[in-house]
Structure formats: structure tokens, C-alpha cells
């Protein structure tokens, strides 16, 4: 009995210890490990934790654990931090899901949930996913909403709460498209701060009387120390290799709220058409009669000129990548890694073929078969009719890329800065050619122009190359302003002026350039105040269509290239490549319409 009451009374005193002691966390953010520079950093960070006067409970990363989301440098992270702390919580980056085949689902796999919540120290933990698959801009989607929503319900309106996630909620413009719906659902909660890195650099402000504190990269040498003493919160700025800590801020548990008003939503048009589906990532398809879109709930829908549905199918997973529609079949690709083939006509199935890997490439179809890439590194060929496999080639890494068919050739590019040529009927490699100079800068978007012996494709390293189809030797490189550049596009003999092959593509930087294709020669610029990613622009006998990321449309004159139209459509991110149908431009975006713009 005595025994027992000394293991109480030891307990009891332990007990009573730790919840004396001042909770402590340490914040960190963009950690960026799988880099030399950021690897050298991490490293002085571990040991200058060594010489902290006290012992820090919790570590927090912001986002960017990595520099390209590899699935060893996440285990390493883990085995490194493991032991120094008793809890460790990460929010997922941008650079943690871009460059990964498997998306959010290798972070999810080895480092903690994309999102979810943790109650201790008298504070409700948040921590949010803020990413898009493989893409940089920030999106809260709608599951994640909705499951913010319930969390919350559980939570006291007295209980304080602090909010993590990588791309700042209100922050730098709009990092996150629908930023304010995330804020708006904390309306009457004590949110005593929102934590966010991304930025690389130590800055904060207020909005609704509410502390936004972006991190700094851990690459600058900083980290912050999170203190909580009774009803506040300090942070401190340490500085690796200096002892002092150095006082940043306090926060109060339970801030004075004020009335500051949530901007109005971008107003949209008089004329424009829009059609809630549900969120749109991927490019559309169309053909004489309907209009398709693939969504992030997983949805492929039809709709007809008038924006009415004709049919809806659930997949499942998301749709990443435009479907493909030829004669009366719609193939599309899912997250989930399933392949299917529906009727175009009233979207009955006709096949599926489940592959396991993600599809985050649209596919192709050329002579009855299927051409696309996979996130296990594959090309595939697929019957049409059937949806047997035909034949797989791995490349060097995973592609978001379209394949490109001509002369019995399957033309492709990779993540692993590589453009391939493969055999149409058995899928061998007949030649690849090295572009770009790193895993960033390589073809994995910018889908290939075929003009007579050449494949014209832009690379992320700000060049355009000109291979030989026969060879792959680069027959031309042009330079161009941006690293990231949308798809190029082939405008047809309509655009021709000279009698010569004529290619068109746009710049992040909002440039776009057209090139004489036999020999890369530049035919005119023209800089817009916007700036495109994966929407290809696209034209008709008069005009060029572009749509910007951040939802704008503009519409040049072919002839002359000036601006005969220019409109924000959309208060979302844009990535969808547009499709002409009926007289209207019609495009996707991810605040959950199809548009059709006259």
C-alpha cells in the first residue's frame, strides 16, 4: 500500500511540474531540406536548439518541410526531429506537393495529416492546407471548408485558437483565392493569431484586430520561440549562433476584435455566363454538341451551349488533368488513378481502368489509342474501345505534359528535365534530348507544337528549343523572360502571314511571344498586366484568347495584337485551359463556375 501511495505521490509531482512549467513552442518555416544551402542550415539549427536555456515542448513547421517534396528527404526530416520535442506538427507547402507524383498524399503518408487540429496548453491548434496539387498559389477547397466548420462547432466561443498554414490567408495581394471564405468561418471564435511562412522574410499585420505573422525561412538563420504566459502569448526571434533572444511580440488569447469589413468579391460581368459545377483545375474539352469539365469533388459534367447539364458522372478522385473526347467517347483521368471512358453523348460508362497512380497529365488520343502519362513515371497507350493497356515506357521521372503524335512518334517531356520521343505502336524510346538545367526547369506543362520535321516545346529553364522529330537534336533556342511559362500553342495556317510555321506562348511575367517555328526568329511581344500558368491561349481566324491566373480575360486582335477586350471573370485561380464552343469562349475556375464569355 505504501508502495502504491509513493508511485501517486511521484506522479502527482511530476504531473504538477510540467503544468508549471511555461509552455514553449518553436516555429519554424520553410525549412526547403533536399537543398545544399537549406541541409547546412537545418543542420546549425539542431545544434543551436542545443544551447536554448529551457527545453521547448512543441516544434511547428509553416510549410516547405522540402525543397521538391522527395519522399526520402521527408523520412529524413522526421528521423532528425523525432525525440527533440514531445509533439511535432508540420502544415504542407507548396514545394512539398509540386514536384511529388503522389501530390499531398506522400506528405500525408509520412509526415502528419494536410490538415487537422490538437487541443493543449489551454490553446485549439489549427493547422490548414493552403496548397494546390503540383501548382504554387494557395486554395482552401471545399472539403477543407467544411471540415473546418465542424471542427469548430466543438470549439468554445472563450477557447483561444491559433491558425497554421504555409500561403498567408490574408496576405501580399491574394496568395490564397478564397482567403477571406477560410476567415470568415472563425467569425466569433477567439482567434488569437493566423501563423503563415512562404514569404521568406519576418513581417506581420492586423486585419479584424488579428495578428497575420509570416515566419521566416530557416534558410535566413531565424526561428521563433512561442512562449505562453496566463492569458498572452511572446514571441521571441532567435537567431542561430547567437545566444540573446530577442523579443518580437505579444499576442493576446483573446484579441479585440474590431469591425473591419471583408472585401466584395470582384462583380461578376454583364454578359458572362456562369455555371456552378464545383471547383475546376483542369483544362475543358468540347466537341460539336456539349462542353466537359472535370472538378476537384471528382465530378466529370456535361453541359450544353445554353450551360444546362446534360449528364454528371462521380469518379474516384479529382479530376487534375482536361479529359479528351473523340468521336463519342470522353476519357478521363482521375487522382485516384483510374482511367474512364464514357459516352459522349449521355455519359453512360463504357470502361475503366484502375492503374493505381495518379493521372496528373491529360491524355491524347491518336488511331484508336490512348496516350498518357501517370504519377508512377509511365507513359501508357490504351486501347480506345477497350481500355486494355497497350504497352507502358518509364521515363526519368513523372509529366503533366499532353503528349504530341505524328509520323508514328509519341513526343513527351518529364519532370526529370528530359523530352523523349517514343515509338507509337510498342512504346520504346527512339531518342531524348536533355533541356532545362534542374528538376524546376523541365518540360512538364508547356505541351509540344509539331511543325513539319520539328517538336517545339518550352522548358522552365526561360528557353524555347526546336528538336528534330527524326533525331531530337535542338535545331533552335530561343531565351525568354520567365522560368514558367503556360502551354505553347499551335495557331494553324490562319495566323500565318509569311507563308512560315508561326508558335505562340505566354509567360507568368504576363508576356506573350510570338516566334517564327523554322527558326525561332521573334515576331512580335506584347506585355500584359497579368500573368498565365498552365491556360493555354487559344484563336479563331480574328483573335487571340488568354486567360490570366488570377481570373482575367483578354482577347488580342491577331492582326494588329492589341487589346480588343479586357475583363475579370472570376475571383478565383485560373488554370484551365479554354475551349471556343458556340460563339463563347467558355473556362473553369476553382471558386466553383464555367464560364462562358461571348
Same mark, same amino acid.
Given at each position: 500500500?505504501? !508502495?502504491?501511495?509513493?508511485?501517486?505521490?511521484?506522479?502527482?509531482?511530476?504531473?504538477?511540474?510540467?503544468?508549471?512549467?511555461?509552455?514553449?513552442?518553436?516555429?519554424?518555416?520553410?525549412?526547403?531540406?533536399?537543398? !545544399?544551402?537549406?541541409?547546412?542550415?537545418?543542420?546549425?539549427?539542431?545544434?543551436?536548439?542545443?544551447?536554448?536555456?529551457?527545453?521547448?515542448?512543441?516544434?511547428? +513547421? +509553416?510549410?516547405?518541410? /522540402?525543397? *521538391?517534396?522527395?519522399?526520402?528527404?521527408?523520412?529524413?526530416?522526421?528521423?532528425?526531429?523525432?525525440?527533440?520535442?514531445?509533439?511535432?506538427?508540420?502544415?504542407?507547402?507548396?514545394?512539398?506537393?509540386?514536384?511529388?507524383?503522389?501530390?499531398?498524399?506522400?506528405?500525408?503518408?509520412?509526415?502528419?495529416?494536410?490538415?487537422?487540429?490538437?487541443?493543449?496548453?489551454?490553446?485549439? #491548434?489549427?493547422?490548414?492546407?493552403?496548397?494546390?496539387?503540383?501548382?504554387?498559389?494557395?486554395?482552401?477547397?471545399?472539403?477543407?471548408?467544411?471540415?473546418?466548420?465542424?471542427?469548430?462547432?466543438?470549439?468554445?466561443?472563450?477557447?483561444?485558437?491559433?491558425?497554421?498554414?504555409?500561403?498567408?490567408?490574408?496576405?501580399?495581394?491574394?496568395?490564397?483565392?478564397?482567403?477571406?471564405? @477560410?476567415?470568415?468561418?472563425?467569425?466569433?471564435?477567439? &482567434?488569437?493569431?493566423?501563423?503563415?511562412?512562404?514569404?521568406?522574410?519576418?513581417?506581420?499585420?492586423?486585419?479584424?484586430?488579428?495578428?497575420?505573422?509570416?515566419?521566416?525561412?530557416?534558410?535566413?538563420?531565424?526561428?521563433?520561440?512561442?512562449?505562453?504566459?496566463?492569458?498572452?502569448?511572446?514571441?521571441?526571434?532567435?537567431? &542561430?549562433?547567437?545566444?540573446?533572444?530577442?523579443?518580437?511580440?505579444?499576442?493576446?488569447?483573446?484579441?479585440?476584435?474590431?469591425?473591419?469589413? %471583408?472585401?466584395? +468579391?470582384?462583380?461578376?460581368?454583364?454578359?458572362?455566363?456562369?455555371?456552378?459545377?464545383?471547383?475546376?483545375?483542369?483544362?475543358?474539352?468540347?466537341?460539336?454538341?456539349?462542353?466537359?469539365?472535370?472538378?476537384?469533388?471528382?465530378? @466529370?459534367?456535361?453541359?450544353?451551349?445554353?450551360?444546362?447539364?446534360? #449528364?454528371?458522372?462521380?469518379?474516384?478522385?479529382?479530376?487534375?488533368?482536361?479529359? &479528351?473526347?473523340?468521336?463519342?467517347?470522353?476519357?478521363?483521368? *482521375?487522382?485516384?488513378? *483510374?482511367?474512364?471512358?464514357?459516352?459522349?453523348?449521355?455519359?453512360?460508362?463504357?470502361?475503366?481502368?484502375?492503374?493505381?497512380?495518379?493521372?496528373?497529365?491529360?491524355?491524347?488520343?491518336?488511331?484508336?489509342?490512348?496516350?498518357?502519362?501517370?504519377?508512377?513515371?509511365?507513359?501508357?497507350?490504351?486501347?480506345?474501345?477497350?481500355?486494355?493497356?497497350?504497352?507502358?515506357?518509364?521515363?526519368?521521372? %513523372?509529366?503533366?505534359?499532353?503528349?504530341?503524335?505524328?509520323?508514328? !512518334?509519341?513526343?513527351?517531356?518529364?519532370?526529370?528535365?528530359?523530352?523523349?520521343?517514343?515509338?507509337?505502336?510498342?512504346?520504346?524510346?527512339?531518342?531524348?534530348?536533355?533541356?532545362?538545367?534542374?528538376?524546376?526547369?523541365?518540360?512538364?506543362?508547356?505541351?509540344?507544337?509539331?511543325? !513539319?520535321?520539328?517538336?517545339?516545346?518550352?522548358?522552365?529553364?526561360?528557353?524555347?528549343?526546336?528538336?528534330?522529330?527524326? /533525331?531530337?537534336?535542338?535545331?533552335?533556342?530561343?531565351?525568354?523572360?520567365?522560368?514558367?511559362?503556360?502551354?505553347?500553342?499551335?495557331?494553324?495556317? +490562319?495566323?500565318?502571314?509569311?507563308?512560315?510555321?508561326?508558335?505562340?506562348?505566354?509567360?507568368?511575367?504576363?508576356?506573350?511571344?510570338?516566334?517564327?517555328?523554322?527558326?525561332?526568329?521573334?515576331?512580335?511581344?506584347?506585355?500584359?498586366?497579368?500573368?498565365?500558368?498552365?491556360?493555354?491561349?487559344?484563336?479563331?481566324?480574328? %483573335?487571340?484568347?488568354?486567360?490570366? @491566373?488570377?481570373?482575367?480575360?483578354?482577347?488580342?486582335?491577331?492582326?494588329?495584337?492589341?487589346?480588343?477586350?479586357?475583363?475579370?471573370?472570376?475571383?478565383?485561380? *485560373?488554370?484551365?485551359?479554354?475551349?471556343?464552343?458556340?460563339?463563347?469562349?467558355? @473556362?473553369?475556375?476553382?471558386?466553383?463556375?464555367?464560364?462562358?464569355?461571348?
Amino acid at each position: 500500500m505504501k !508502495k502504491v501511495l509513493f508511485l501517486l505521490l511521484v506522479l502527482l509531482t511530476c504531473s504538477v511540474t510540467f503544468a508549471d512549467e511555461p509552455f514553449r513552442a518553436v516555429l519554424i518555416s520553410d525549412s526547403h531540406l533536399g537543398f !545544399k544551402k537549406s541541409d547546412e542550415a537545418f543542420a546549425k539549427f539542431l545544434e543551436d536548439l542545443k544551447t536554448l536555456p529551457f527545453t521547448p515542448q512543441v516544434l511547428i +513547421n +509553416n510549410g516547405d518541410i /522540402t525543397e *521538391t517534396g522527395a519522399n526520402d528527404v521527408f523520412e529524413r526530416y522526421q528521423k532528425m526531429v523525432t525525440g527533440l520535442f514531445k509533439q511535432s506538427f508540420a502544415v504542407i507547402g507548396n514545394h512539398d506537393t509540386r514536384w511529388n507524383p503522389e501530390g499531398k498524399k506522400a506528405f500525408a503518408e509520412r509526415i502528419n495529416p494536410i490538415y487537422f487540429s490538437k487541443d493543449f496548453a489551454g490553446i485549439h #491548434w489549427m493547422f490548414l492546407d493552403s496548397t494546390i496539387e503540383h501548382q504554387t498559389q494557395g486554395h482552401a477547397d471545399f472539403r477543407e471548408l467544411a471540415w473546418i466548420k465542424k471542427d469548430l462547432a466543438d470549439v468554445p466561443p472563450d477557447e483561444p485558437i491559433l491558425v497554421f498554414s504555409h500561403h498567408p490567408f490574408k496576405w501580399r495581394g491574394i496568395s490564397v483565392d478564397n482567403g477571406f471564405d @477560410v476567415i470568415k468561418l472563425f467569425s466569433g471564435h477567439d &482567434v488569437a493569431a493566423y501563423f503563415n511562412g512562404h514569404g521568406h522574410s519576418l513581417v506581420h499585420l492586423s486585419f479584424q484586430g488579428v495578428p497575420f505573422i509570416e515566419n521566416d525561412a530557416l534558410f535566413h538563420d531565424h526561428y521563433l520561440i512561442l512562449e505562453k504566459n496566463g492569458d498572452q502569448i511572446s514571441l521571441s526571434v532567435k537567431t &542561430v549562433g547567437e545566444a540573446e533572444l530577442k523579443p518580437w511580440m505579444t499576442l493576446s488569447l483573446h484579441p479585440q476584435k474590431t469591425a473591419e469589413p %471583408f472585401p466584395v +468579391n470582384p462583380e461578376i460581368f454583364n454578359g458572362i455566363q456562369a455555371v456552378e459545377v464545383g471547383e475546376i483545375y483542369a483544362g475543358l474539352a468540347s466537341d460539336d454538341h456539349r462542353v466537359y469539365a472535370g472538378t476537384l469533388s471528382g465530378d @466529370v459534367i456535361a453541359v450544353d451551349p445554353t450551360g444546362k447539364t446534360v #449528364w454528371t458522372k462521380t469518379l474516384d478522385g479529382d479530376v487534375l488533368a482536361a479529359p &479528351v473526347v473523340s468521336g463519342n467517347r470522353l476519357v478521363v483521368g *482521375t487522382k485516384a488513378g *483510374t482511367l474512364y471512358a464514357f459516352k459522349a453523348t449521355d455519359g453512360s460508362a463504357l470502361w475503366k481502368k484502375h492503374q493505381g497512380y495518379p493521372f496528373p497529365a491529360p491524355p491524347v488520343i491518336a488511331d484508336d489509342t490512348i496516350f498518357i502519362g501517370a504519377g508512377d513515371k509511365n507513359v501508357y497507350a490504351y486501347d480506345l474501345k477497350t481500355g486494355q493497356e497497350k504497352w507502358h515506357t518509364p521515363l526519368g521521372n %513523372f509529366t503533366e505534359m499532353k503528349p504530341a503524335i505524328q509520323d508514328g !512518334k509519341v513526343f513527351i517531356g518529364a519532370w526529370d528535365h528530359t523530352f523523349y520521343a517514343l515509338d507509337e505502336k510498342d512504346g520504346h524510346i527512339i531518342w531524348k534530348t536533355n533541356i532545362g538545367k534542374a528538376m524546376y526547369y523541365s518540360p512538364a506543362v508547356a505541351d509540344p507544337v509539331l511543325s !513539319k520535321d520539328l517538336v517545339i516545346v518550352a522548358a522552365k529553364d526561360h528557353f524555347v528549343y526546336a528538336l528534330d522529330q527524326k /533525331t531530337g537534336e535542338i535545331r533552335w533556342s530561343k531565351p525568354s523572360n520567365d522560368s514558367f511559362s503556360s502551354p505553347l500553342l499551335n495557331p494553324g495556317d +490562319n495566323l500565318l502571314s509569311r507563308g512560315t510555321f508561326d508558335i505562340l506562348f505566354a509567360e507568368v511575367s504576363g508576356r506573350v511571344m510570338a516566334l517564327d517555328g523554322d527558326h525561332g526568329t521573334e515576331l512580335w511581344t506584347k506585355k500584359l498586366n497579368t500573368a498565365f500558368y498552365n491556360a493555354s491561349p487559344v484563336e479563331d481566324d480574328n %483573335f487571340i484568347y488568354l486567360v490570366g @491566373v488570377n481570373g482575367e480575360y483578354i482577347k488580342l486582335n491577331r492582326k494588329t495584337h492589341e487589346i480588343e477586350d479586357h475583363l475579370k471573370f472570376s475571383p478565383g485561380w *485560373t488554370f484551365s485551359t479554354p475551349v471556343l464552343f458556340r460563339g463563347k469562349l467558355w @473556362v473553369g475556375s476553382l471558386d466553383g463556375y464555367l464560364y462562358a464569355i461571348p
